[in-house]
């Protein structure tokens, strides 16, 4: 027969990898935690024996409530419901689950505090991300830019709560820096060629490239917002609040007109622009038209999503006006991220111009 722990030592339990968790009911409030060392258990317990010992004799407790970093995340996400469209805060939303499971499944730790969390917990993090997918419907592993949005969204979380992270985000998940996809103009021509004048996945890409709108604020959009007289929209930006007006050339205005006038459109109750049978568009209403649209232009990869329409709107627009108009007009909070559109995207013969350039102001010798 196996010894018995001795009566104080029943509400520890040996984990796998020589961790402990602890497991105690004390004042009617369950009190959990998973520590390193059977010492660090034992101190866990006794001190919420104190704690409990103190406050029923009425004097003040000296265990202060510490937030889990999983309640932390909880908190930045609800309050991330309330502050950002739908399709943002989802998208928050997944690249933080990883930062769950791992904790949860993968170090048995959920309730590790956020100042607890250290360098090494992050390269344990790295190394498990980058081999684990998340899904059964994920296509491959999480490349290194993934896992640094995963780590920069966490560095967010900290911030909202003003907490000072003990950790940075290592260089093996640094960003990759070919650039943002942009078709050629011949390209662009053929796709949009290719779907029907008045249909609800031409008209949405014409407002993606001409507009340099976000899709999820595409898919939010309502026909109060559109001004036509003014030729203005009023957009509310999904990440980062203020609301800011969006110029509506004659262009979009006939395409407008002519998805307003398709027998394809039904008016939906909240009266969004762009619906399905009068339903609200999600992120990936629209895979299966842009692929066909792909596919009939000769695109490959085929284009799946929108987002590629905003960035040729800020690579086109970064070659006509300057940096700041251009984030003035995506809604950009940082002009870096503007610039950051540029990667991969200047030819070497724009360079040589700009060689030329300084040659005639400065003159050749």
Do not use: C
Not at 47 to 76: C, E, F, N, S
Not at 211 to 231: F, H, I, K, N, T
Not at 319 to 346: C, F, L, N, P, W
């Amino acid at each position: 027969m196996p010894k018995r722990p001795p009566a104080n030592e029943r509400n520890i339990k040996r984990l796998p990898k020589g961790r402990y968790f602890v497991r105690l009911w004390r004042g009617g409030e369950l009190h959990t935690a998973t520590l390193d060392t059977i010492e660090q258990a034992r101190e866990f317990r006794d001190t919420i024996a104190l704690d409990h010992h103190l406050v029923k004799r009425g004097l003040p407790a000296i265990v202060q409530p510490r937030h889990t970093l999983l309640a932390l995340i909880d908190q930045y996400l609800d309050a991330a419901d309330e502050r950002v469209q739908g399709n943002t805060a989802s998208t928050y939303r997944e690249q933080l689950r990883s930062i769950e499971v791992w904790l949860r499944e993968v170090e048995r730790r959920p309730q590790l505090g956020a100042e607890q969390l250290t360098d090494q917990h992050i390269a344990a993090f790295v190394r498990w991300r980058r081999t684990h997918r998340l899904s059964a419907q994920a296509r491959r592993d999480a490349s290194d830019a993934q896992v640094r949005k995963t780590l920069r969204k966490l560095l967010d979380v900290y911030r909202w709560h003003r907490i000072e992270p003990g950790w940075r985000i290592p260089s093996l998940a640094s960003r990759a820096s070919t650039g943002k996809r942009v078709l050629e103009e011949e390209q662009l021509r053929k796709w949009l060629g290719a779907m029907a004048r008045g249909s609800l996945e031409r008209t949405v890409a014409e407002w993606a490239v001409r507009s340099g709108m976000r899709p999820g604020e595409l898919y939010a959009l309502r026909w109060a917002d559109v001004d036509r007289q003014r030729g203005m929209a009023v957009v509310q930006s999904l990440k980062h609040g203020p609301l800011r007006l969006v110029p509506i050339t004659a262009t979009l205005l006939r395409h407008l007109s002519a998805w307003e006038a398709s027998p394809e459109r039904v008016p939906s109750v909240d009266g969004r622009v762009f619906t399905i049978n009068g339903r609200p568009l999600g992120p990936w209403s629209l895979k299966k038209r842009l692929r066909a649209a792909s596919r009939a232009a000769g695109i490959e990869p085929p284009l799946e999503s929108l987002g590629w329409g905003r960035n040729l709107f800020i690579g086109l627009g970064l070659g006509e006006a300057t940096a700041y108009t251009v984030a003035k007009a995506v809604g950009h909070a940082d002009i870096s991220t503007t610039m950051g559109y540029t990667r991969g995207q200047v030819p070497v013969a724009k360079l040589a111009e700009l060689g030329e350039a300084l040659d005639r102001i400065l003159g050749a010798e």
